[in-house]
């Protein structure tokens, strides 16, 4: 009985999270104002974030909302603010042969995926249910990166190196970096 | 074991006879190339004499030792292993037997002459140590040749003295004509060098040895096999020989390779004597006798050898009887005397011919040494011998030694030159050539060699008048300063003339009852040749008397002719030529070989290597090949270039196909 | 139906797509690059599905890696685009064709 439950809460609120995250993704690339995009890009981060909590990946969702939508997004606002083009896309008309066909070629590549992974479904025999585990708690994902992923973790710091070196150099003042 | 590998002696002092000759290259050339002008002469001079000073003591020493061995041996000294893939082995080895022997002993006298006449002759000459560094060079690259125990190893010797006669003819460089006489020198022993490596190749396939004791032991163990061996239908010993005499042709100057030879005056005169009298250009005869047992297996062969001997002998003779240069007589003398040896060889008289090749080197040298002293006395500004004359009395000595080499050569006993010519007619009429006899071809031979005999008594009688004799026909100023040489030209022509007067004894048929050590020392070295005899009323000794007279006559007759026209009635050359405008002609034009050479070999080769090679295929196929593919490139380039225009939503949506594309296949092979 | 894999898969696949689209489709390069943060996310997804699913934590860890990567790529993508807006003026892909034959 608890199982039934708890199973139509679980589903309500995934569908509920995936019905926000594709709005706001169909937002995000059809609106004309880029501000607009901008924010209800953070909508479907947040999204997102609730989807991991779904997960049994708490810890990620976190990261997600502070990483993602605090500080890239931030980011994309500080941007577009500086940037006052004041000029407006006209519209987000398919302009020219070539981005007709790639905009078929990208549906094309979107259906494939989606039958792919709902295949997945009918195969009852390869995917039997969720198996109980430990959610992904700090200390678990800690543990991980520490020891085993030691090394990633460590090149990662460098890669953030690099970029923040390059971030400055190409968005200074005087003759703006190539 | 073969007899031949039991007769060798292993020595090691062989080298060192052409070591000095090197050393004396090597300090020379360095010395020049680092002090240049600061080069003491003193020690140019004195440093190349004494270097084939020096060759000629280790020579003369090994000959001694020689003779108080037994008959069958000699002596070899393996210097380093030289060229060795499977079969075809060519080490640096040095055969010291009683052919290379006297080769040698040649070679060292004659050489050390020349060298310490030329450090008179050259006194004057600003390029003394290159000079003697060529010199010496020269000496080294002749004995190599002749103390070789392989063929291939005698090649490089052969190489080398072509080498040093480019580089010795064409001495004063700075003279066009000089230096293009040089390298007709060069280019037309080319010729006969590719004809020598034929006969090399030819050796080494059938005999499977380049070495020369292996191929004379092979030889006589399978000679009736090799006798019978032919390459589509000519047989391999005649191919051999004919391609190895192509070669001798070349570096011996015998027709048809012969044309560079009176060119080559234009060198230095001690070069004329040494190189092209004395030494190099006995190199062709020399292989003969080395390769006697190759040649013994082919009379064809021998027979070409022979005739074009005796032609060229007879040929090159009725040329110098109208020439004027003082040396280009002497050059086609040369010619001429070459022509008898090979006589010589071609009739199987080996020794003969290296006897006529000894004599040769002594009164040829000293002739053009004596010549050499004319031109010094004219102080290098006459060479014309029809502006000479009276010499006889300015430059007493090189008149009286230059007599005795004149004598010589036109065959007066008791003279060297008598001995060595005499038996070499005898023996193209007593002819161990089976293919020879068998067409009664002895008679021609022996007709033209006496003609020949003629021809030179007269042209020699000629060129001792007209340079010696008489009243001088040179200019007054000129007159006033012709005198003698210095001793160090005038000691050697002294020597030389004791040379040509005695060497003759040396080999003195046995028929005056005298041993003829000549003939017997070389026996050992050659294939033994059929015995011939003819006869005159049942005695053999009559004929050989009867020759004698003849060839006698036949020089005396050359003499006296000379002198009826040249000195009895002057002007009956003049009138002679005007009546016989055409022969005067063809003698004075030297057959116009040189203008028909030029036309059919010279020309064509060079406007088809020009136009067809050049032209056509070089510029248009190679780099119109070349080109094309550049533009090839860069046309494409050109079309490629068009992919890349600037917009992203272009490159986006190749990306995206790429996806698609993988993810089709993907589809496809796994679903 | 009880929520399975697919489903999240299915999520996934769809922002993907979304994303996809909004690369090959608009002109505005900073609604481009926001377009790829869509795509990334929804990579991170799959990731983390399966590690759920898996019961290891590898997945999660490398989602985490991802962000990382997400993050510098947009720092410095920004920084690019600001230096092409002070120099061309505009932020029209199809405007930047400087990089042509």
């Not at chain 1, 901008?38 to 991991?52: E, K, N, S, T």
């Not at chain 1, 090149?155 to 003042?173: H, K, W």
């Not at chain 2, 103390?147 to 700075?174: M, T």
């Not at chain 2, 080996?350 to 002739?367: D, P, V």
Request: one cysteine or more; hydrophobic letters at 55%; aromatic letters at 14%.
């Amino acid at each position: 009985m608890a199982g039934t439950v708890s199973e139509t809460i679980y589903a309500l609120s995934f569908y509920s999270l995936a019905v926000m995250c594709v709005v706001a993704a169909l937002v995000v690339i059809s609106a004309r104002n880029y501000v607009v995009s901008a924010l209800w890009l953070v909508v479907c981060f947040v999204g997102v974030a609730g989807i991991y909590v779904l997960l049994k990946a708490p810890f990620l969702a976190m990261v997600q909302i502070l990483v993602y939508a605090g500080a890239i997004m931030v980011l994309f606002v500080m941007l577009v603010m500086l940037m006052d083009a004041g000029k407006l896309e006209p519209g987000a008309r398919l302009q020219g042969v070539i981005r007709s066909l790639a905009a078929v070629a990208g549906a094309v590549i979107m259906l494939a995926l989606i039958t792919l992974s709902s295949s997945m479904a009918r195969s009852k025999t390869e995917w039997s249910p969720w198996p109980v585990v430990e959610p992904g708690t700090t200390e678990r994902i800690g543990a991980d990166l520490f020891t085993r992923y030691a090394l990633p973790f460590e090149a990662l710091t460098l890669l953030l190196l690099a970029a923040v070196v390059s971030a400055l150099y190409l968005a200074r003042r005087q003759e703006g970096g190539e | 074991m073969p007899q031949e590998l039991i007769s060798a002696v292993e020595q090691n002092w062989i080298i060192g006879i052409l070591l000095f000759p090197f050393l004396g290259f090597l300090f020379n050339g360095l010395g020049w190339l680092v002090l240049r002008e600061r080069f003491p002469r003193k020690l140019s001079n004195w440093s190349a004499c004494l270097s084939i000073a020096g060759s000629f003591l280790f020579t003369a020493a090994g000959f001694y030792l020689l003779t108080r061995e037994e008959p069958e041996t000699y002596y070899v000294q393996k210097v380093f292993s030289w060229l060795s893939a499977g079969e075809f082995k060519a080490d640096f080895g040095l055969m010291f037997d009683h052919l290379s022997a006297m080769m040698c002993l040649t070679v060292t006298l004659v050489g050390l002459l020349i060298h310490i006449y030329a450090t008179g002759y050259m006194g004057h000459d600003q390029g003394y140590a290159r000079f003697f560094s060529y010199m010496n060079l020269f000496m080294f690259m002749m004995l190599t040749l002749v103390l070789a125990d392989n063929l291939v190893l005698l090649f490089v010797g052969w190489e080398g003295v072509g080498l040093c006669s480019y580089l010795l003819i064409g001495f004063w460089y700075e003279d066009w004509d000089k230096a293009r006489a040089g390298l007709k020198a060069f280019v037309v022993n080319r010729i006969g060098d590719f004809g020598f490596l034929l006969g090399i190749f030819t050796l080494f396939l059938y005999l499977h040895t380049v070495d020369f004791i292996s191929m004379r032991s092979w030889l006589e163990v399978h000679s009736l096999e090799f006798n019978h061996m032919t390459i589509y239908g000519i047989k391999v010993a005649t191919l051999a020989g004919l391609f190895l005499f192509l070669g001798a042709t070349g570096k011996s100057a015998q027709i048809p390779l012969y044309v560079w030879l009176p060119d080559a005056m234009a060198g230095p005169t001690p070069v004329s004597a040494l190189i092209h009298a004395a030494t190099m250009v006995t190199a062709g005869v020399y292989m003969i006798g080395r390769l006697s047992f190759v040649y013994v297996h082919s009379p064809a062969a021998l027979a070409v050898v022979a005739m074009v001997g005796a032609i060229t002998a007879l040929y090159a003779g009725t040329i110098g009887l109208t020439q004027k240069d003082i040396k280009r007589v002497l050059a086609y003398s040369t010619v001429s005397q070459l022509g008898y040896m090979f006589l010589a060889m071609g009739s199987l008289a080996f020794a003969a011919g290296i006897f006529h090749l000894f004599t040769h080197a002594f009164f040829k040298a000293l002739l053009f040494l004596g010549a050499g002293s004319v031109i010094v006395g004219f102080h290098h500004k006459e060479q014309d011998i029809t502006r000479m004359g009276g010499l006889a009395s300015s430059m007493p000595w090189t008149h009286r030694t230059v007599f005795v080499a004149f004598l010589a050569i036109i065959g007066i006993p008791p003279l060297a030159g008598f001995w060595s010519k005499d038996e070499i007619l005898f023996r193209s009429l007593a002819n161990a050539n089976r293919w020879v006899s068998d067409y009664h071809l002895n008679f021609l031979l022996w007709g033209v060699g006496l003609a020949a005999a003629l021809v030179t008594a007269v042209y020699m009688t000629r060129w001792m008048i007209l340079t010696f004799w008489g009243k001088s026909r040179a200019d007054e100023e000129v007159k006033g300063h012709l005198k003698e040489s210095p001793p160090s030209m005038l000691i050697p022509l002294g020597i030389l003339a004791l040379g040509s007067a005695l060497a003759g004894f040396l080999g003195v048929p046995e028929l005056f009852g005298i041993n003829n050590w000549f003939e017997h020392w070389l026996e050992p070295a050659f294939a033994q040749a059929p015995a011939v005899s003819i006869t005159l009323f049942g005695k053999e000794e009559y004929i050989e008397v009867l020759l004698m007279v003849m060839a006698i006559t036949a020089g005396v007759l050359g003499l006296l002719i000379a002198i009826a026209v040249y000195i009895n009635k002057p002007g009956t050359a003049d009138r002679l030529a005007e009546q016989f405008p055409l022969l005067y002609k063809l003698s004075f034009n030297k057959y116009y070989v040189d203008e028909i050479y030029d036309w059919l070999v010279v020309r064509p080769l060079f406007w088809g290597s020009y136009y067809a090679l050049f032209r056509l295929f070089d510029v248009l196929v190679i780099d119109g090949f070349l080109n094309g593919l550049a533009s090839l490139n860069a046309g494409i380039g050109r079309l490629l270039r068009r992919v890349e225009n600037g917009a992203v939503s272009t490159y986006l949506f190749i990306f995206v196909l790429g996806v698609l594309a993988v993810l089709i296949y993907l589809g496809v092979t796994r679903f | 139906m009880s929520i399975g894999v697919a489903h999240f898969l299915v999520l996934a696949s769809v922002l993907f797509g979304l994303g996809l689209l909004g690369v090959l489709i608009r002109r505005n390069v900073i609604i481009i690059l926001m377009s790829i943060e869509l795509m990334l996310n929804s990579a991170n997804m799959v990731l983390v599905t399966f590690s759920r699913y898996l019961g290891d934590t590898t997945g999660q860890v490398f989602a985490l890696f991802v962000m990382v990567i997400a993050a510098c790529e947009v720092a410095v993508g920004l920084a690019i685009i600001l230096a092409l807006f002070r120099n061309k003026d505009t932020l029209d892909v199809d405007k930047i064709n400087i990089m042509k034959w």
